[in-house]
Every structure is written in structure tokens, then in C-alpha cells.
């Protein structure tokens, strides 16, 4: 099964960690990102944890970003709000 293509139209920093997520279906979720960055053992990962560096995020076709793809998620992993480490994602930031 395919999962339906879904877009981030706009996002809002919410405090600490947390990001407010409006997606083009009409839905929101709110991202608290401090446990996979503090959990991560990447120091390119854990460099997000700096609040300004954290907070310079920007939606960018349907996406959420930091820097050049310095930081990103699955659009559906943000949606279903099911972020998390995988041994061959971290070795990939």
C-alpha cells in the first residue's frame, strides 16, 4: 500500500523542541524532536540540539528542512509524528 502524497504547507516553532506542523490535508501534528536529537549518538545530529541552530528549520517544497539537508524527516514520519533513530539513517546525516 501506498501512503497518499502529503505536503508540509507551513510550520511553527512551539517552544524547546517542538514544532507545529500544518500539512496540505488539512491536518496538524506538533513534533517534539528533543528525544531524537538527544538520543542520537551522530555529533552532526546532536550539533541541532543549540536552540538557534534548532530553530533555523524552513519549509521548503513540502518539506521541512535545516541548511542544506542538514537535518530532515520523511514527511510521513512527521504526519504519523514517529520520529527515530535507524543505525543506517544516522550514518547517512
Given at each position: 500500500m501506498n501512503d497518499p502524497k502529503i505536503?508540509?504547507?507551513?510550520?511553527?516553532?512551539?517552544?524547546?523542541y517542538r514544532i507545529r506542523l500544518h500539512f496540505d490535508d488539512g491536518s496538524r501534528q506538533t513534533v517534539d524532536f528533543l528525544p531524537f536529537?538527544?538520543?542520537?549518538?551522530?555529533?552532526?545530529?546532536?550539533?541541532f540540539l543549540d536552540q538557534r541552530?534548532?530553530?533555523?528549520?524552513?519549509?521548503?517544497?513540502?518539506?521541512?528542512?535545516?541548511?542544506?539537508?542538514?537535518?530532515c524527516f520523511p514527511i510521513m514520519d512527521l504526519y504519523?509524528?514517529?520520529?527515530?533513530?535507524?543505525?543506517?539513517?544516522e550514518a547517512a546525516a
Amino acid at each position: 500500500m501506498n501512503d497518499p502524497k502529503i505536503d508540509i504547507q507551513s510550520a511553527e516553532w512551539e517552544g524547546e523542541y517542538r514544532i507545529r506542523l500544518h500539512f496540505d490535508d488539512g491536518s496538524r501534528q506538533t513534533v517534539d524532536f528533543l528525544p531524537f536529537l538527544s538520543q542520537s549518538r551522530h555529533p552532526d545530529i546532536r550539533a541541532f540540539l543549540d536552540q538557534r541552530r534548532f530553530r533555523a528549520f524552513r519549509v521548503e517544497y513540502g518539506n521541512l528542512l535545516w541548511g542544506d539537508f542538514d537535518l530532515c524527516f520523511p514527511i510521513m514520519d512527521l504526519y504519523r509524528n514517529r520520529i527515530s533513530h535507524q543505525a543506517e539513517g544516522e550514518a547517512a546525516a
